[in-house]
């Protein structure tokens, strides 16, 4: 046997083979909606409550004011309250405000408030009468001749899981 020869030139490119499978999926879904129709009368720092809870996943009501992330991550969320009066109301996280969520309204309207906020699986979700004006605030509908017995919103809270 002789020794080896020189390297011949690079042949063509054959045809592209079939695409793989898509890969997992790197982000859990997880989404919560609650909401009221009720009539209420808030103490200043008191709680928004939700007697109502929408489509939810990966998040658990552990009572009418309280709700527990289940995934950690990146979250958008955004809350609507009706009152009668001048109010503000704020996200909190396990007791403490979360930065960027009071939000409020000068007269008797909508206070609707978004942000984004980042979660930790356990954390303990609550919205709260901030009210700067008056303390007490009273949640009821508001415009178009509102009927209270008809079932019209009065709060509102949605939470996303965006990254």
Not at 5 to 33: I, L, Q, R
Not at 68 to 97: F, Q
Not at 105 to 118: H, L, M, R
Request: hydrophobic residues 35%; charged residues 10%; aromatic residues 8%.
């Amino acid at each position: 046997m002789g020794h080896t020869g020189e390297m011949g030139p690079t042949g063509e490119m054959g045809p592209t083979g079939d695409v793989g499978p898509t890969g997992p999926v790197s982000v859990f879904p997880a989404y919560a909606f609650r909401y009221s129709t009720l009539l209420q009368t808030i103490p200043l720092g008191g709680p928004i409550e939700f007697e109502n809870n929408g489509p939810t996943l990966n998040f658990t009501p552990i009572s009418s004011s309280q709700l527990r992330c289940e995934v950690s991550g990146v979250y958008w969320e955004i809350k609507t309250i009706d009152s009668l009066e001048p109010n503000s109301c704020a996200l909190y996280i396990n007791g403490l405000l979360a930065p960027g969520t009071w939000f409020g309204a000068n007269a008797t309207a909508q206070d609707i408030g978004e942000a984004i906020v980042v979660l930790a699986a356990g954390d303990i979700l609550e919205l709260r009468n901030q009210s700067s004006q008056g303390g007490t605030i009273h949640l009821a509908p508001l415009g178009s001749g509102a009927n209270p017995s008809l079932g019209q919103t009065t709060a509102a809270f949605s939470i996303f899981r965006i990254g």
